[in-house]
């Protein structure tokens, strides 16, 4: 615990050193946002039909965002080299650095989608299946985008390929979130999907590290 604790300060610093990177998710969320209503028309029922779907899609889109980056900077300046050689478990590092990157590039587009939600007519009812959705669904995507980034890193220019490998596993997220916030709209049982949501959740949380590592060692080799 105490080797997670330091990897969690010594990403965290690296993190804050790139803060303009890590805004471009909470950026680019807020303007699909804000455009959509000037594409579709500010009519609210015609918004407020199409709110839930266009803040799922802009918070995938948004993690695909800074995705590359992942590993990439210790890549390219030898540090995860070093860290593949010290005596903490490779699936801690990468523990370490999917829980920064989650914290510093999701949970602040997490935190401003009430805002987003009334920008959008949202109907306060769904409001709540749609935070949830979105909590498990960003960290199901932060998981499934720790694997994917350690299978092209080393490749370069790999930004392009990395969104065509993770978009197809981020579509039951996707469907399985939407449907959610779609059913509470329409008064019927939501939690379901929550809960199938969050057995993947479990699931990855235990065996995404140690895929990830696996495939940063392949990577390197």
């Known amino acids: 615990m105490h080797e997670f604790t330091a990897l969690l300060r010594r990403d965290t610093s690296l993190m804050w050193r790139k803060r303009a990177d890590a805004a471009q998710p909470l950026l680019f969320a807020l303007m699909v946002c804000v455009m959509f209503p000037l594409a579709a028309g500010s009519e609210p029922a015609r918004l407020a039909h199409s709110a839930a779907a266009v803040i799922w899609v802009a918070n995938l889109l948004?993690?695909?965002?800074?995705?590359?980056?992942?590993?990439?900077?210790?890549?390219?300046d030898g540090s995860l080299e070093q860290l593949l050689l010290a005596p903490v478990p490779l699936p801690v590092v990468i523990a370490s650095k999917v829980a920064v990157h989650w914290l510093t590039t999701a949970l602040p587009v997490l935190l401003i989608t009430p805002l987003l939600a009334q920008m959008l007519f949202l109907p306060d009812a769904q409001l709540p299946a749609l935070m949830l959705s979105l909590l498990v669904g960003s960290m199901l995507m932060s998981l499934i985008g720790a694997m994917v980034a350690a299978l092209t890193l080393g490749i370069r220019r790999s930004g392009m390929l990395l969104a065509l490998m993770a978009l197809p596993m981020y579509v039951p997220v996707l469907v399985f979130g939407a449907g959610s916030v779609w059913s509470a709209g329409q008064g019927l049982p939501w939690l379901g999907a929550i809960w199938l949501m969050s057995a993947g959740l479990a699931l990855l949380l235990v065996l995404a590290p140690w895929a990830a590592a696996t495939a940063l060692r392949i990577a390197l080799s």
């Not at 948004?62 to 390219?76: G, I, K, P, W």
């Open 62 to 76: 948004a993690s695909l965002l800074v995705l590359d980056n992942l590993y990439r900077s210790d890549f390219e």
